[in-house]
């Protein structure tokens, strides 16, 4: 039996990994497949596998590019949803701030540099042309830091995935004042350069059974409950999200990959970009 690590949010959209895994569908290719929840999201993530504490991750797509341009000796897979992710752009429930332009020249919390919730800060604030420059950021590492932050005006607004985000904004934690959908397909399965060179075979097994997994998903009977009881989510959002999201068993796109590159570059971001193969499986 042969252990790969792998890392990933603890959120709906990774519910079939954790299937897949409580139905020994891994250890019948003789893979003990080990998942560990990361709620600090794709900024630790990109470290963690740059550093070789994991061997493959379910990670956002423009997190991961960047960290690869920067030298993170990992490539892209393939994707995992292809669909774009929707993000709520929130404030504390009591916060003065009403509309997005309140939101110019304020404080946005970030679980880390090089995170989603940062990179979308920046694509946020091109999109309402307004001055890179001026973004200001406090680092809040997960969830429960934002919430923190936002209460106690460390920091004046959030970005984060908008159906994890609900139960807050429900229940009067935060207050949701827009929704910004991001211009690509939102997660790729990543791995390390070491994994893929000594493991070749393996990873094929394990992208063979969570693109079965993925292919039937939503016809699954009554997984709308399922991932309403597993995530503490109202029964009417999870449909709504899954009638949004589409899982994917194919290649990332060259032409994906340049608009995430061409972006992050304009941005300021990354300051070169490298060729496709250099970032794709």
């Not at 960290?67 to 897979?77: D, H, M, Q, T």
Request: charged share 25%; hydrophobic share 40%; with cysteine.
């Amino acid at each position: 039996m042969k252990k790969v690590r792998i890392i990933g949010v603890p959120e709906h959209f990774n519910l079939p990994w954790q299937m897949a895994i409580e139905e020994h569908a891994f250890k019948e290719r003789g893979i003990d497949l080990e998942w560990t929840d990361i709620p600090e999201g794709t900024g630790k993530m990109s470290q963690m596998l740059a550093e070789n504490e994991t061997d493959l991750a379910i990670i956002l797509t423009e997190g991961m590019v960047k960290s690869i341009v920067e030298g993170n000796p990992s490539k892209i897979i393939q994707e995992y949803i292809a669909s774009s992710l929707l993000w709520g752009i929130h404030v504390a429930a009591n916060s003065e701030f009403k509309t997005i332009s309140d939101l110019e020249n304020t404080k946005a919390a970030i679980s880390r540099f090089g995170s989603g919730s940062h990179l979308m800060s920046y694509l946020l604030a091109q999109n309402k042309n307004w001055n890179l420059g001026k973004l200001q950021f406090e680092v809040i590492d997960n969830l429960d830091g934002a919430i923190t932050a936002l209460t106690q005006k460390k920091a004046d607004y959030f970005m984060w995935e908008h159906f994890t985000t609900k139960p807050l904004v429900d229940d009067g934690t935060f207050r949701r004042i827009e929704d910004y959908l991001a211009p690509w397909p939102c997660f790729v399965i990543a791995a390390t350069n070491n994994f893929i060179e000594e493991n070749s075979n393996l990873l094929e097994h394990i992208i063979e059974v969570i693109n079965m997994y993925t292919s039937e998903f939503k016809n699954i009977p009554s997984i709308d409950r399922t991932l309403s009881n597993e995530y503490g989510l109202k029964l009417e959002d999870i449909n709504d999200w899954l009638a949004m999201t589409k899982w994917s068993q194919s290649k990332l796109s060259k032409a994906s990959l340049e608009k995430v590159q061409e972006t992050l570059f304009e941005l300021k971001l990354i300051t070169i970009k490298i060729p496709s193969e250099a970032i794709l499986y």
